[in-house]
């Protein structure tokens, strides 16, 4: 069987695998206990498929364990794929302190108020092997100093991403603020850390200057640092609520700010009273970068660095239409049963805007649309979820067909 080369947090999930079924005493409540296994299948890549509905790869079949335990939870996800590969994606342990999660795994992260997408870290690519920390509240401060926030979180962690065309198994550190300063507006503030891999520094100082120092002098200039803001905001919350939302990411660095911006924006309305429609939503991400006057930014400065290739396994950690690409989506989610759920969207969509020969996803600008309808449903004991997709172009270099695709995942919880 093949493994991923780059568990090197100590075979963290080798070790997870031992403590889960040799250390914790699985006698506790069934309550505490739950045991899930699942298959899924796709007859076609698609641009909105790299990974299924459950997070998880497709064309793969698993055994799933989740267990509580006095401060500790912890999940073991053993996934085969077709061609006998043995992963360990969305699998961790966290151990909770009062309002503290100090975990290791390899889990997905969003880090954005969209409900589909995110300009700096998104459910795109597979997760990498990390270790992290949460720390928040749900409510407000009551130090007078920091009552202004409102309810807030903090999250952090240190990864080690796969696959990197550039440099072998670079670390990754990434931070996020989100505070709630006023009743149903959110703010945060996001930056990620690409440092370390074979041949650059790995000791404290390279891991302080990817945290806090200009990364593009002295002897740290190989950092690659993205960083930004976002915010959503809640309106009509007692009547038809309507919630905009948007995030700006920075690809450069300039005087220890972002620079050369790429943009995400949108909006949903909630139909409460509805027995039908549900969600309406608009949603326009572009990740093409201008050429600034001083020349550090332009076109394919998003996602791309001279050391660092922003993905994992291949694939961007962000947006899926990659650098330079552009998109409108539109979206209606319906709800039939408290059971079974619908979502209908179409997105036309720009990729490889600047004609790049070496894009990730197509070699050549292409400007199409794709169409997708998402079903779930809930049976007793299963889980099911189908998707249909029309994609109207074809994206040579990620090996992506144009036309229908369809694919199913049952997951049965025992």
């Known amino acids: 069987m093949r493994y991923p080369s780059s568990l090197n947090l100590n075979n963290a999930y080798y070790i997870l695998l031992y403590v889960l079924l040799f250390t914790m005493p699985f006698s506790a409540s069934s309550k505490n206990l739950e045991i899930k296994a699942w298959a899924n299948k796709e007859t076609k890549k698609s641009l909105s498929s790299n990974l299924n509905q459950f997070n998880l790869l497709n064309d793969t079949a698993g055994l799933g364990i989740s267990k509580s335990y006095n401060n500790i939870t912890s999940k073991i996800m053993v996934n085969l794929g077709h061609k006998q590969e043995l992963t360990f994606d969305q699998s961790f342990i966290e151990y909770k302190r009062k309002n503290n ?107 302080k200057a990817a945290i806090i120092s200009n990364s593009n002098e002295y002897n740290h200039s190989n950092i690659n640092q993205m960083a930004g803001f976002g915010f959503s905001y809640l309106l009509n919350e007692n009547k038809i609520p309507i919630r905009s939302y948007a995030q700006f990411v920075g690809e450069d660095e300039a005087g220890n700010l972002p620079s050369c911006y790429i943009s995400l924006v949108g909006s949903e309305l909630t139909f409460p009273r509805s027995n039908f429609f549900k969600k309406l939503g608009f949603e326009y991400v572009d990740t093409r970068v201008d050429t600034s006057t001083n020349g550090n930014c332009g076109p394919n400065t998003a996602y791309n660095n001279s050391v660092y290739d922003y993905t994992n396994y291949g694939s961007s950690l962000a947006a899926s239409i990659d650098s330079e690409g552009k998109s409108y989506e539109a979206w209606v989610s319906t709800r039939i049963s408290e059971k079974t759920y619908i979502k209908y969207s179409i997105k036309n969509l ?29 049976l007793k004991s299963q889980k099911i979820n189908g998707r249909i997709t029309y994609q109207g172009l074809s994206l040579n270099e990620a090996n992506m067909k144009n036309g229908l695709s369809f694919s199913l995942d049952i997951e049965h919880k025992f």
Request: hydrophobic share 40%; proline share 4%; aromatic share 16%.
């Open 101 to 207: 999660i100090y975990g290791i795994g390899k889990i997905n992260r969003i880090w954005s108020f969209s409900p589909n997408t995110s300009l700096i870290l998104s459910s795109n690519a597979r997760p990498a092997s990390s270790i992290y920390f949460l720390n928040g509240s749900s409510k407000k401060s009551k130090n007078f100093f920091l009552s202004w926030l409102g309810p807030w979180s903090f999250e952090a962690f240190n990864s080690v991403l796969s696959n990197s065309n550039n440099t072998n198994d670079p670390m990754m550190t990434g931070l996020r603020v989100v505070i709630e300063p006023t009743n149903n507006f959110k703010f945060e503030l996001v930056k990620t850390s690409q440092w370390a891999g074979k041949g650059y520094k790995k000791d404290f100082s390279a891991f």
């Open 350 to 378: 720009t990729v490889n805007d600047a004609n790049w020969s070496n894009h990730r996803l197509n070699n050549y600008k292409q400007k199409e649309w794709i169409a997708n309808i998402v079903g779930s449903w809930i």
